[in-house]
């Protein structure tokens, strides 16, 4: 599950769109291992600033959750699949999503 810490920036913001809510509760449905699956995808989800003013926000996820800090092609890729699959399913799990994304893979092989 996502430590509060990380939802934190996002809880933080005054006005809570459909948009910023869509995206906690799809973190917030995750364990531990779905979110070591989906990798830095769900960094485009908080505001770049937050690098910014706490340097070791997105060091800290990495190693909580046993991922690279660095963003990867595959991460990217995922990223902009989850952008569409939230605009679909505004209820997405993160559980589904990864269930579609294995089942993508499986196709390209």
């Known amino acids: 599950m996502i430590k509060e810490k990380y939802l934190k920036p ?5 006005i809570e769109s459909d948009y910023l809510t869509k995206r906690i509760n799809f973190l917030e449905s995750a364990s531990d291992s779905e979110l070591h699956d ?7 989800f908080f505001s770049p600033y937050l690098e910014r003013e706490n ?10 959750y046993g991922i ?8 990217k890729i995922r990223m902009n699949r989850l952008y569409r699959a939230l605009e679909k399913n505004s ?12 089942l993508k893979a499986q196709r390209e092989i």
């Open 10 to 14: 996002l809880k933080e913001i005054a």
């Open 38 to 44: 989906l990798g830095l995808c769900v960094k485009s």
């Open 55 to 64: 340097p070791s926000f997105w060091e800290e996820y990495a190693k909580d």
């Open 68 to 75: 690279s800090a660095q963003i990867t092609s595959e991460d």
């Open 91 to 102: 209820n997405l799990t993160v559980a589904e999503f990864l269930k579609t994304q294995r």
